[in-house]
């Protein structure tokens, strides 16, 4: 019942925090998030599970319960976690502590609903990453828009509308493609008798589809998995679907923006693995060249994008777009480095992304501006701020020590040698060619804003920033590096999850 | 366990009740008239309606047959011409569920008007019709309480008299409505003339004799599916709906679009698929008549989320959307063809109980809109979230309830309506159509539901406002039908049964 205990916590106290006053709801957040941030350690202390969710493997704080039968089809609250999904939730929680701290000064107006939202999504992303059941993963999967696109409506930039629509509208357009192709995998497999997953990834590993509507059994599973990749891509986003991600992005509030970079488009990723990478094996295998290219565009491409931008915020929101492209490549590269690497990846970005846009975002509130070419010499005015921006540019571009360095080698390691994907060391040296352009966009960034003489002309003192944006600042980097150095913390559950998925590809 | 012999007709008790309601509130006029004793009034409907929705609850869980009578399944009262199962206790339950969420709001909303005895009498003997929609078993008794429907809407429609838009909308609504009656009454004298009876399962066993008369059947029951078609807002005889849930006072939309629509609902379900049995009624027509609600089931999905689309004014844009929803109903009858089909009617009767909840609720916060005086197009509404947060979060809840959003109460009866129809679509492709239909239009429909969250929520006001009232009555009634659609997902489970069952025993 633990799992049940962090998105209850969370829910309720979405509720109270929504009708207490504006004035003490910042710092009652905080200390309801503190229970689902405990929580959710103490799982992961007390974690017990072994192998894959799906793959038959044991299942940590595992329950239960029959919910609805639909004609021949059962649907149940099923929620457990191994050690894909553990990881992912601890840096839910951690995350959304840690935006809510750094809401503090940039959120003036209704703050009791922003608090509100943020433990609403909360508790919404924990049942993303614990549901083992399609249609009470898709509950959640879904819920998660409604609080994000009030998040970037209300509290956004001048252009929030315009970028909250666009954010609901992609991504909901995406979840009925994905919802649409699962659910006629269900049908097409026959002999399946629940939309829970483990029953599905174990039909499908066992000969798959039989066919639906005149289509043959490998052509339905074809076309599942492109439409669930589709549906998934958009969330991730890789190119070319993710053009909503820099105008989210930069309307968002900072804290919005730390959970969208940091948690939202782990999502996608995490999907892709549990659906895609776990269920259809085969189908991997017949599309890895093009997946593998898209991969690299999305990383190539994107840091491009990254390196044209004079906004502080959008060259971080496009670099998301070039990290997860590493994800992507990770695992189809279907070994076990590349798929442990890509889920390490997901901790570590979420991580890193958190980290340096929760700086932007104490940079704008001392400077009210986020643009490179207006600023300089930051580092004189806000030392501990900005050596912590250095430090997580530096995670960024995959430093030794830092969590960056050991996803993006995994991940290099994994894909190098992949035997499923052809070619496999030609993509893996064109994705790395990425890691110089992320170092040029953040050194030259970097560059411009913090070193040289200081030059920002304001009406106000630029003095150092609040205490407690520094003290979630350098938690952040502390968990960057602790990964960093070491990388066996959750490297060791996650390969545990992923050895079945890998090992299993050939079936 | 039969404790007192209590008689057949006791059966009928959800909708006696609220007949009893009624008279009670006559009486309390007669003795005290122009009384605006809104407590006494609202108080009584509400006991009424909770007590009509208690006893049919009961009786639902007891198995149909209420104990005390007879343990066995389906009642039947007066020779049959009422039937009490299942699939009428649903429905009756769905009625009484609005009838108390509407008078509760109707205490606030009613303030200083003149007639308030009036109003509150004639809510619930329209409830009254309602229950005996659900529960007529012969087109003659589902004709007198269709009217015993249709002539309290009318006047409840046009009842604030100092109104133009009021009136102009209760007269339009009482000339379709006219047209309409006429329409099904000679639809019922055409399946008389063919069929020699009006009893439904008398209708169904004599269908055979029909013979040469099956061109007269045929069009005896495209005028049915005409009358049916008007109660529930469907195409063609929608455009009536628009105009009426306009110019009506907000609380009585409320009412007709959740209430009356299902109350339509169960007496198409009930009608054609005990008088009319598939293979039976093909056989002698030569067309098999669940196409015409394929088709009307595509086209009014389809026309009313394109026409709420397009609107300025919040009330027409839910009552077009009204519209499309019964559209997605309509599915339920277009797959009866198919084994599943009970499934199907089984998700359409789900929806319609969740819609009570969800649709209701929309139209009482427009309801609280109106008694703010905040005007009616999106851009009046705009941040009216800063002054109400608890009103507009419920609102907030309606509208992804109302578009298909997780976790709320619409996206899971949309599921199972989707899901079934799916699994239908194997038998007869072209329901793969309808699915599709309701997957698109959901996600059109998504545009202009976010709108209004977006006026709401996001919007800065267009002029500066009065500080805003909270009514008691408006609120508890439109945060209740909130909570219980958010809520209403864990507790799919015995629902779903209990719909499913009900379907069951009319599509057998």
């Known amino acids: 019942m633990m799992i049940e205990a962090l998105i209850a916590v969370a829910l309720i106290g979405a509720l109270v925090t929504f009708v207490a006053p504006n004035r003490i709801a910042g710092k009652l957040a905080f200390a309801i998030s503190l229970v689902p941030a405990a929580l959710s350690l103490w799982l992961f202390a007390a974690f017990d599970g072994s192998g894959n969710a799906l793959r038959s493997g044991e299942l940590a704080f595992e329950s239960q319960a029959a919910w609805l039968e639909i004609g021949d089809y059962s649907i149940s609250w099923f929620v457990g976690l191994d050690g894909i999904s553990l990881p992912l939730v601890v840096l839910t929680t951690i995350l959304c502590t840690l935006a809510i701290v750094s809401s503090w000064t940039p959120i003036d107006e209704r703050q009791s609903q922003f608090y509100g939202l943020i433990l609403f999504i909360e508790a919404m992303l924990i049942g993303v990453f614990s549901a083992l059941d399609f249609f009470l993963w898709f509950v959640f999967w879904e819920a998660v828009l409604i609080p994000m696109y009030l998040l970037i409506g209300i509290w956004g930039g001048p252009r929030r509308k315009y970028a909250a629509i666009k954010f609901f509208v992609y991504t909901n357009v995406a979840s009925l493609v994905m919802f649409g192709s699962f659910v006629a995998l269900v049908f097409g497999l026959g002999d399946v008798t629940s939309f829970a997953l483990p029953e599905v990834a174990t039909a499908m590993l066992e000969g798959g589809p039989n066919g639906l509507f005149g289509l043959s059994g490998t052509t339905l599973a074809s076309v599942v998995f492109i439409g669930l990749f589709l549906g998934f891509a958009v969330k991730v986003p890789i190119v070319p679907f993710h053009t909503w991600l820099p105008d989210a992005h930069v309307e968002a509030p900072t804290p919005a923006s730390i959970l969208l970079a940091g948690v939202l488009l782990k999502m996608g990723t995490y999907a892709l693995l549990r659906f895609n990478f776990t269920m259809f094996p085969d189908q991997v295998e017949t599309y890895a060249v093009p997946i593998a290219a898209i991969a690299v565009i999305s990383v190539i491409y994107g840091a491009m994008l990254a390196l044209a931008q004079t906004d502080l915020k959008r060259i971080v929101a496009y670099s998301s777009v070039s990290s997860m492209g590493y994800v992507i490549l990770g695992l189809v590269a279907y070994t076990q480095f590349g798929v442990g690497g890509a889920t390490f990846q997901m901790i570590s970005h979420g991580l890193i992304s958190g980290l340096m846009f929760m700086a932007v975002g104490v940079i704008y509130n001392a400077t009210h501006t986020r643009m490179v070419t207006d600023m300089s010499g930051l580092a004189d005015r806000m030392p501990i701020a900005v050596g912590v921006l250095i430090a997580g540019a530096f995670g960024y571009m995959g430093l030794p020590l830092m969590s960056g360095f050991a996803a993006e080698y995994f991940i290099f390691f994994g894909s190098f040698g992949s035997e499923m994907l052809s070619y496999s060391a030609l993509f893996t040296s064109l994705a790395m060619f990425g890691i110089v352009i992320v170092a040029g966009y953040l050194l030259f960034a970097l560059q411009r804003t913090v070193f040289g003489p200081y030059r920002l002309e304001t009406d106000y003192e630029v003095g150092r920033a609040p205490a407690h944006d520094v003290a979630s600042l350098i938690v952040l980097l502390g968990l960057v590096v602790l990964l960093g150095v070491a990388p066996d913390l959750i490297f060791d559950m996650i390969t545990d999850a992923i050895d079945p998925i890998v090992q299993g590809g050939d079936l | ?508």
């Open chain 2, 1 to 508: 366990m039969a404790v007192v012999d209590l008689p057949q007709w006791l059966a009928l008790a959800p909708a006696l009740i609220l007949a009893v309601t009624a008279l009670v509130l006559f009486a309390f006029d007669s003795i005290n008239p122009g009384s605006t004793n809104r407590t006494v009034l609202s108080g009584t409907t509400v006991i009424g309606a909770l007590a009509s929705l208690a006893v049919a609850v009961w009786y639902a869980a007891a198995g149909v047959g209420a104990t005390g009578i007879e343990n066995y399944g389906v009642i039947d009262i007066m020779g049959g011409q009422f039937v009490v199962d299942q699939l009428a206790l649903f429905f009756m339950i769905v009625v009484a569920i609005v009838t108390a969420l509407v008078a509760v709001a109707s205490h606030d909303y009613l303030r200083d008007h003149a007639y308030q005895a009036e109003y509150y009498s004639l809510i619930v003997l329209a409830a009254t019709g309602m229950s005996m929609m659900a529960a007529s078993n012969s087109l003659v008794t589902a004709f007198i309480a269709l009217e015993l429907t249709s002539l309290p809407s009318y006047a409840l429609v046009a009842i604030l008299k100092d109104n133009r838009g009021s009136v102009e909308a209760g007269l339009k609504y009482f000339l379709i409505g006219a047209l309409s009656s006429a329409i099904f009454v000679y639809g019922v004298s055409l399946v008389y003339g063919a069929t020699g009876s009006l009893q439904l399962e008398s209708i169904a066993a004599n269908l055979g004799a029909a013979g040469e008369l099956g061109g007269l059947l045929g069009l005896g029951i495209l005028m049915l599916i005409g009358g049916v078609a008007f109660k529930t807002a469907s195409v063609p005889f929608h455009f009536w709906a628009p105009e009426a849930y306009e110019g009506a006072p907000a609380p009585v939309s409320a009412f007709l679009s959740s209430a009356s629509k299902a109350a339509g609902f169960v007496l198409a379900f009930r009608v054609f698929t005990t008088a009319f049995p598939l293979e039976a009624t093909t056989a002698v027509i030569g067309v098999d008549w669940t196409w015409a609600f394929v088709i009307l089931a595509i086209v009014t999905m389809t026309l009313g989320n394109f026409a709420a689309a397009t609107q300025e004014n919040v009330k027409r844009m839910l009552a077009y959307s009204s519209i499309g929803h019964a559209g997605y109903v309509l599915i339920g009858l277009a797959a009866l063809s198919t084994p599943s089909g009970d499934l199907v009617m089984g998700a359409a009767m789900i929806h319609l109980f969740v819609y009570g909840f969800m649709n209701t609720g929309a139209f009482l916060f427009v309801g609280l809109a109106e008694h703010w005086g905040v005007g009616r197009t999106f851009e009046d509404y705009n941040g009216l979230a800063t002054q109400a947060p608890v009103a507009c979060a419920a609102m907030a809840v309606f509208m992804f309830s109302l578009a298909g959003i997780p976790p709320f109460g619409g996206f899971g009866s949309k599921y199972l309506l989707f899901i079934h129809t799916i699994e239908a679509a194997a038998e007869n492709t072209a329901l793969l159509a309808a699915a599709a239909a309701l997957v698109i239009n959901s996600t059109l429909s998504l545009y202009y539901y976010s709108r209004l969250v977006k006026a709401l929520w996001i919007e800065e006001p267009l002029r500066e406002r009065d500080a805003l009232a909270k009514p008691t009555g408006l609120y508890a009634a439109i945060v209740a039908a909130a909570v219980v659609t958010a809520v209403i997902l864990a507790a799919f489970g015995p629902i779903t049964d209990v719909a499913t069952e009900a379907a069951a025993t009319v599509v057998g």
